[in-house]
């Protein structure tokens, strides 16, 4: 079966913990990206890469970091830097290139830290 | 800055009802636009926009985008309590190996039977 695995689904960790979202892709999409969602607003981005070994970073990067070493595979570390990382986290993939590509978003994870 | 607008932000209507969802954007480099539905978990996709005037239907949905006036509409005909969800809309932007999306904050849509 072909599609986007994000695990765990759900993740609890303490305050001041580095913490790792994985994300998997069997499509292979070339694009690659990270979302938070927050109760009541829409998507925000967080880092996107088109290629592997290249990354770039979204809107609210600031307190997060990431990899892309392998096509399938784009993990997102969320630092103790990052001031509210309670969140639903959410990755999706596209075939990339020009233009007219949807992306499939994964399953999410929802993380909570206390 | 780039933005989009959806409008309203939560709707309450009952079974059988016709309801227009609405998108309005402010961006730079414009590729797209899309319509995701969210109903518990991930975003499923339902149409993608380039062309403005250009009609896309899917059963009871349908989406219209308007290039000139930088808004798009997703129409729902006869809802069902299944069509309850969060409904985004979002813009792609950017130019090649650099591109986006920008989403919108969402409209919650109930169904009530």
Known sequence: ?114 | EDKVVQSPLSLVVHEGDTVTLNCSYEVTNFRSLLWYKQEKKAPTFLFMLTSSGIEKKSGRLSSILDKKELFSILNITATQTGDSAVYLCAVKVGIQGAQKLVFGQGTRLTINP
């Not at chain 1, 001041?16 to 938070?36: F, I, K, P």
């Not at chain 1, 290629?51 to 609210?60: A, L, P, R, T």
């Open chain 1, 1 to 114: 079966d072909g599609g986007i695995t994000q695990s765990p689904k759900y993740l609890f960790r303490k305050e001041g913990q580095n913490v790792t979202l994985s994300c998997e892709q069997n499509l292979n999409h070339d694009a690659m990206y990270w979302y938070r969602q927050d109760p009541g607003q829409g998507l925000r981005l967080i880092y996107y890469s088109q290629i592997v070994n290249d990354f770039q970073k979204g809107d609210i990067a600031e307190g997060y970091s990431v990899s892309r070493e392998k096509k399938e595979s784009f993990p997102l570390t969320v630092t103790s830097a990052q001031k509210n990382p309670t969140a639903f986290y959410l990755c999706a993939s596209s075939k990339g290139g020009l233009n007219l590509y949807e992306q499939y978003f994964g399953p999410g994870t929802r993380l909570t830290v206390t």
